[in-house]
């Protein structure tokens, strides 16, 4: 019980840097003696001190004897921004380490706990582990496959519609809905979304329904036609915009985009469609992009789930019934759901799945 109480504390401090530390974990530590909290910590930056170094920091000499909590295991290689937290753990007299996950980056996996463990130092690892896990989902997802965790996003009716007409806009969900979409685009690296959607919706794709920091944001405009008066391309951070095309396209228009400061990336046809899936996933890990959030429309919607594409799908359905109009999955698809999680926001469900395995 007082193991689960301080991982959910690790797990409290540790989201604290929600959408601030990516490519790397989210993590947060605490020193505990006698039962009396002595410090706390999280790694609050990419490329800043580790959550465990923190906290031992702030503890300073009050470090010897302590329990280290931390939701992942510490890190023991040396080939990287900070110093190993293994050898800080054993220089300060720490008794016994408690951990949730052990950390899948092939440069550590239980490295860390068997250095520990050498050192004389009780390790308890496994408290909360699924929770644990679901945290750093994109992390795990990222340092073993090198390519960004993709979630599909639908606002639908009940009857699966995405738009009541063809071309237009609908309002589907309400306010408490959108702020939850906000949440997701904060703690997601880059968001993606079909060129129809641009034109149509003139989207602006970035935080501001809660205080947060904009993701990059990425349209699929294969034939390069997309007007240049829409929001996305007038941004106040144009170089958060980039825009996937595919190959001998307007070059003039190209100059255009980039001299606004938006990005523009030429990629090669995949059969069918006119910019591989696999060569946007591929290219984004390069890019250390480790979470993609697929905001629409049905077209782009459809191409990430019958190509197997995603590893999420998040449903917001409103109790609304046009019975004409968009269906926001334009194929059948072979992927087996299972639902992860169901919460009520204001009038509307918000519905995780996630895949069979
Ligand atoms: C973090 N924060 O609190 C812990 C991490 O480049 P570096 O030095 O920041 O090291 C990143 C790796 O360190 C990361 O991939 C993970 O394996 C390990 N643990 N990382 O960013 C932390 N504890
Ligand atoms: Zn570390």
């Known amino acids: 019980m007082e193991h689960e109480k301080y991982m959910r504390r690790c797990f409290e401090l540790a989201r604290r840097a929600t959408g601030l530390v990516s490519p790397n974990p989210l993590v947060g530590s605490l020193l505990v003696k006698d039962g009396n909290l002595i410090s706390e910590g999280w790694h609050r930056e990419f490329g800043s001190p ?15 004897g302590c329990d280290l909590y931390c939701n992942l295991e510490p890190c023991s290689h040396t080939n990287k921004k900070t110093p190993p937290c293994v050898p800080h753990i054993i220089g300060s007299g720490i008794k016994r380490v408690v951990i949730s996950n052990r950390d899948p980056n092939p440069d550590v996996n239980g490295e860390g706990i068997l250095k520990l463990r050498e050192a004389g130092i009780e390790v308890i690892e496994g408290i909360l582990e699924d929770e644990g896990r679901e945290l750093n989902k994109f992390f795990f997802h990222f340092i073993t496959k090198r390519t960004p965790y993709v979630t599909v996003k639908i606002a639908q009716t009940l009857d699966g519609k995405i738009t009541s007409c ?27 979304v079909g060129s129809k959607t641009v034109s149509i919706d ?43 095309t595919g190959k001998n396209n307007d070059a003039e228009r190209i100059e255009k ?9 030429e990629f090669d046809s995949d059969g069918a469609n006119c910019i591989g899936i696999c060569h946007i996933l591929k290219f984004l890990g390069e890019q250390n992009i480790a979470s993609l959030l697929i905001e629409g429309g049905a077209g782009t919607f459809t191409k990430f789930l019958s190509a197997n594409q995603f590893d999420e799908l998040i449903v917001y359905h409103a109790p609304l019934f046009f019975a004409r109009g968009v269906t926001a999955i334009l194929e059948p698809f072979e992927t087996v759901l299972k639902p992860w999680s169901v919460r ?6 918000k519905t995780v799945f996630k895949k069979e395995n």
Request: charged share 30%; with cysteine; glycine share 6%.
């Open 50 to 64: 580790h959550a465990e170094a923190e906290a031992l920091n702030q503890a300073g000499a009050e470090s010897a």
């Open 257 to 265: 985009l980039k001299a606004s400061g938006v990005r523009v990336f």
């Open 344 to 349: 009520i926001l204001g009038k509307d469900t």
């Open 202 to 244: 003139d989207p602006q794709l970035n935080v501001r329904r809660i205080n947060g920091r904009n993701p990059i944001r990425i349209v699929l405009d294969c034939e390069l036609n997309l007007p240049l008066d829409r929001k996305i391309f007038n941004s106040r951070d144009p170089e958060k915009t980039w825009v996937f």
């Open 166 to 192: 063809e071309g237009k806009q609908t309002r589907i969900t309400g306010v408490d809905a959108l702020r939850d979409v906000h949440k997701l685009r904060n703690s997601y690296d880059a968001v993606l």
